[in-house]
């Protein structure tokens, strides 16, 4: 698998970020590109600890016993069920919200110790595999989500 971490594989990701225009269109889900944008931006903000998740007790339970059967899996599901916290009825302006996005992805290349959340707020304690993993894959599903 590519790294988040890694400049050359990061910039292959900012460069499908940028392959995206306003109107490009979903092949599936609900989401605008623009609110695919914000979704995948504050999933990043996560790592940073400056996005809070507030996570039903049972789910801190829970999912940190699902990690590794979803982190194993090849690519995520289509029409995956996603954190309260990141669904939006609202647009963004688009060109902001992508150059946010891009910015804080890019934040990844200074390797694992720029993750200031060691505990994820719903799968618990990462590695730095994991949260390659994760940001690898979220980023790759949304992105073939709009053809890129």
């Given at each position: 698998?590519?790294?988040i971490?890694?400049p ?5 990701i ?12 979903a092949?599936w889900?609900?989401?605008s ?8 931006n504050?999933a ?8 809070e998740?507030?996570i ?5 339970i829970?999912?940190p ?9 090849p ?13 939006y009825d ?5 060109e902001?919200i992508?150059?946010?996005?891009i ?5 990844f290349?200074a ?5 200031s959340?060691k ?9 730095a ?10 980023i ?9």
């Amino acid at each position: 698998m590519k790294s988040i971490f890694n400049p050359t594989d990061n910039q292959e990701i900012i460069s499908r970020i940028n392959s995206l225009s306003s109107d490009s269109q979903a092949l599936w889900g609900k989401m605008s590109v623009d609110q695919m944008l914000k979704h995948c931006n504050d999933a990043v903000l996560v790592a940073f600890n400056e996005k809070e998740l507030r996570i039903p007790f049972i789910w801190k339970i829970l999912a940190p016993m699902m990690k590794n059967m979803i982190l194993k899996k090849p690519q995520f599901d289509k029409n995956s069920p996603t954190a309260k916290e990141f669904k939006y009825d609202t647009n963004f302006d688009f060109e902001t919200i992508k150059n946010e996005l891009i910015t804080n992805f890019s934040r990844f290349q200074a390797g694992f110790d720029a993750i200031s959340c060691k505990k994820h707020p719903f799968w618990g304690y990462m590695t730095a595999d994991e949260w390659n993993n994760l940001h690898w894959k979220h980023i790759d599903h949304h992105l073939r989500q709009f053809g890129v």
